[in-house]
């Protein structure tokens, strides 16, 4: 069975071990955004969820519910086939004190260090992580970061619903990844798709192999700085 490392499913006793043996939390953050026709629209927190988890199983710590709230720098969906578009677009101020208020809320609960990570990478919300972290003005560690900070062994970048995001969430959440429903010609380019094309070159394989990297990268990272903090 796997192992337990979710806040919101952690009991009581469970959470207080985890925390007292490793006193790092993981913030995921991400998107409700097109990805596709033959993605999930939440896919850059699930992913990113996923990744702090399996790090959390590496390394130890516990991992805070994803939150899907992002800021412009975003792709629409595609205004020829859909009446809606589906992708949310927030705003900068409330990201960041919805960031600033959760971390200060986990300082109070005993963590010593959080990974503040997006799977959502424009350079807006990047940037927006690494503010959030600097201006920190608690007494817990914080870094900012993303997921294309790890994984840089196999040349790891996060694309926009192509290949390396494709695969991650097809090992991930193999029913939220539909390639059927991307043209078959191949000389037909899936609208705001950037990357090398799912079509051909994804693959859970692929992303099983891109998971194990960026989790160990991630674990690894944790424990460097919480050997930092006091």
Same mark, same amino acid.
């Given at each position: 069975?796997?192992?337990?490392?979710?806040?919101?499913?952690?009991?009581?006793?469970?959470?207080?071990?985890?925390?007292?043996?490793?006193?790092?939390?993981?913030?995921?953050?991400?998107?409700?955004?097109?990805?596709?026709?033959?993605?999930?629209?939440?896919?850059?927190?699930?992913?990113?969820?996923?990744?702090?988890?399996?790090?959390?199983?590496?390394?130890?710590?516990?991992?805070?519910?994803?939150?899907?709230?992002?800021?412009?720098?975003?792709?629409?969906?595609?205004?020829?086939?859909?009446?809606?578009?589906?992708?949310?677009?927030?705003?900068?101020?409330?990201?960041?004190?919805?960031?600033?208020?959760?971390?200060?809320?986990?300082?109070?609960?005993?963590?010593?260090?959080?990974?503040?990570?997006?799977?959502?990478?424009?350079?807006?919300?990047?940037?927006?992580?690494?503010?959030?972290?600097?201006?920190?003005?608690?007494?817990?560690?914080?870094?900012?970061?993303?997921?294309?900070?790890?994984?840089?062994?196999?040349?790891?970048?996060?694309?926009?619903?192509?290949?390396?995001?494709?695969?991650?969430?097809?090992?991930?959440?193999?029913?939220?990844?539909?390639? *059927?429903?991307? =043209?078959?010609? !191949?000389?037909? %380019?899936?609208?705001? #798709?950037?990357? &090398? +094309?799912?079509? *051909?070159?994804? =693959?859970?394989? !692929?992303?099983? %192999?891109?998971?194990? #990297?960026?989790? &160990? +990268?991630?674990?690894?990272?944790?424990?460097?700085? !919480?050997?930092?903090?006091?």
């Amino acid at each position: 069975m796997e192992e337990k490392v979710q806040y919101e499913r952690l009991l009581p006793h469970e959470f207080e071990a985890r925390i007292t043996a490793c006193p790092v939390v993981y913030v995921p953050v991400g998107s409700l955004e097109w990805h596709g026709e033959h993605m999930a629209l939440g896919n850059d927190s699930l992913k990113m969820h996923a990744l702090c988890c399996e790090a959390a199983r590496l390394g130890g710590g516990i991992v805070y519910p994803p939150i899907y709230y992002n800021i412009p720098g975003v792709c629409s969906a595609d205004p020829t086939r859909y009446r809606h578009d589906c992708t949310f677009i927030g705003e900068p101020d409330v990201q960041r004190t919805l960031l600033h208020a959760t971390l200060h809320s986990l300082e109070r609960t005993g963590f010593k260090l959080a990974i503040l990570t997006t799977g959502h990478t424009p350079r807006e919300q990047i940037q927006m992580m690494r503010d959030v972290a600097a201006a920190y003005d608690g007494a817990m560690r914080v870094h900012g970061t993303c997921d294309m900070d790890f994984g840089k062994e196999i040349d790891f970048t996060s694309d926009h619903a192509a290949m390396w995001e494709t695969s991650l969430l097809w090992h991930f959440e193999p029913a939220l990844v539909d390639l *059927t429903q991307l =043209s078959r010609d !191949l000389s037909v %380019k899936p609208f705001n #798709v950037y990357g &090398r +094309d799912p079509r *051909t070159e994804a =693959s859970p394989g !692929l992303g099983a %192999k891109a998971a194990a #990297v960026i989790a &160990r +990268d991630m674990a690894a990272l944790a424990a460097r700085l !919480l050997k930092e903090c006091p």
